[in-house]
């Protein structure tokens, strides 16, 4: 198990860093889309399950769709000049640098306390009782506030696409 997880980690990052490297703006969202399904399969190793789901169904799915297609409707002039390169490498190279930095020594300075307890056989089902019975008007606000987002932003579209 620990080879997967090396190989998702490698793939992970390197389309991590792809997305932000490529100039063509449908790569770039593909790439995340890619990043996204590693790290449901990070959750898949970690036995947790439901987030592995989530990670699929809601980001790769349904995000990374969004994310095309309101490029695809948006998008303006040649796909080769929609992500052109950045003037600022050096700062944000330097940022990357500080925050890793920073990361490596909270995540090596803490003492992190081990768990003897066997890992539960699944969490989807307590996770799913709560959503819907303890949690069921917050679950619908977010299917409303959802959907009218997306209405929002079909009607945006349509506006930007009857003013050219």
């Known amino acids: 198990m620990e080879i997967v997880f090396w190989i998702t980690a490698f793939v992970v990052i390197a ?6 490297t490529m100039t063509n703006l449908i790569h770039s969202a593909l790439l995340l889309a890619l ?11 970690l036995a947790a399950d439901f987030l592995a789901a989530v990670q699929v169904l809601v980001y790769v799915g349904a995000v990374m769709a969004l994310v095309v297609f309101g ?3 948006l ?12 003037k600022h490498v050096l700062g944000g190279l330097f940022a990357a640098i500080a925050t890793m930095g920073f990361l490596f ?4 300075s803490t003492e992190w306390p081990v768990s ?13 009782e ?7 008007v917050a679950f619908e606000v977010a299917g409303v506030l959802l959907t009218v ?11 930007v696409r009857a003013g050219d």
Do not use: C, D, H
């Open 149 to 159: 987002a997306a209405i929002g932003a079909i009607i945006l579209a349509k506006e």
């Open 105 to 108: 020594w909270g995540l090596g």
């Open 116 to 128: 003897e307890a066997a890992p539960a056989a699944t969490t989807v089902e307590p996770i799913a």
């Open 15 to 20: 389309s991590a860093v792809g997305v932000v």
């Open 130 to 136: 709560l959503l819907f019975t303890k949690y069921v």
């Open 75 to 86: 998008q303006r002039g040649p796909m080769n000049l929609s992500n052109m390169p950045s």
């Open 35 to 45: 990043t996204m399904f590693g790290v449901a399969v990070l959750f898949v190793i």
């Open 71 to 73: 490029v695809m409707i």
